[in-house]
């Protein structure tokens, strides 16, 4: 029973990591915005969460999401080489930031689920 509720919180707290560790890169694609030669990076969240969760995952979140980065295509040519699409990135950002916010929410009700089932229903 213990392993099945510390399963499903595991997963969550991975998750949180992962989205954690894609908004600073989204954070430093923005901000390199005017970097001349700055190619914008991302992952790919899905395969970097299945691999954070399988049994052979042990390490930290950027490592992870290192094995699954991507380069971003820019839109259009820049005379300075700089790869950042505003656009682009403020979608990413507000998007994941979404996710964050939902997969905490799901984190703190779920335990605060587990706290009220863990606490004494005698009569008073």
């Known amino acids: 029973m213990i392993r099945r509720l510390t ?15 894609r908004q600073r890169m989204i954070a430093s ?16 969240f899905g395969k970097a969460l299945r691999e954070a969760t399988s049994k052979q995952a042990g390490t930290d979140a950027s490592r992870r ?39 905490l929410r799901f984190i703190n009700g779920s335990v605060r689920t587990m706290l009220d089932s863990m606490k004494s229903h005698t009569a008073g």
């Open 7 to 21: 399963d499903s919180l595991n997963f969550q707290t991975e998750a949180l990591v992962m989205r954690a560790e």
């Open 29 to 44: 694609n923005i901000a390199n915005a005017d970097t001349p030669g700055y190619v914008a990076r991302d992952f790919d």
């Open 65 to 103: 999401s290192g094995a699954m980065l991507r380069y971003a295509l820019p839109a259009q040519t820049n005379l300075d080489g700089n790869s950042v699409d505003m656009d682009r990135e403020r979608a990413s950002f507000a998007d994941n930031t979404v996710k964050y916010e939902s997969t």
